[in-house]
């Protein structure tokens, strides 16, 4: 059974990962030369943080015009990644 760490602790632990994000994301626009937008919605206050990378008001994309581009985006929800992860853990044990 999970023990909850308590608020003040889980309110560091996502700053701490929120900016860990945050600074991936500026990486890998700078050194993979990608644009990149990030969303952050915090589900108890329902405050929103973003990055992008490029400060155009036509940045980023609306949902419509990225389902409309081509090549095709890849969405990706929850259970594609644990899918990815379980895939992965399978591969290295052998």
Sequence with gaps: MAINPPPKRRSERLNRRKTTL?????????????DVALIIRSRKSSQYFTYYSLDLESWPPSKEQIQLSYPLPVNLLPHDMEARRK??????SG
């Design 22 to 34: 945050v600074n991936k994301a500026h990486e890998l626009a700078e050194f993979c030369k990608v």
């Design 87 to 92: 895939k992965s853990l399978k591969h290295y």
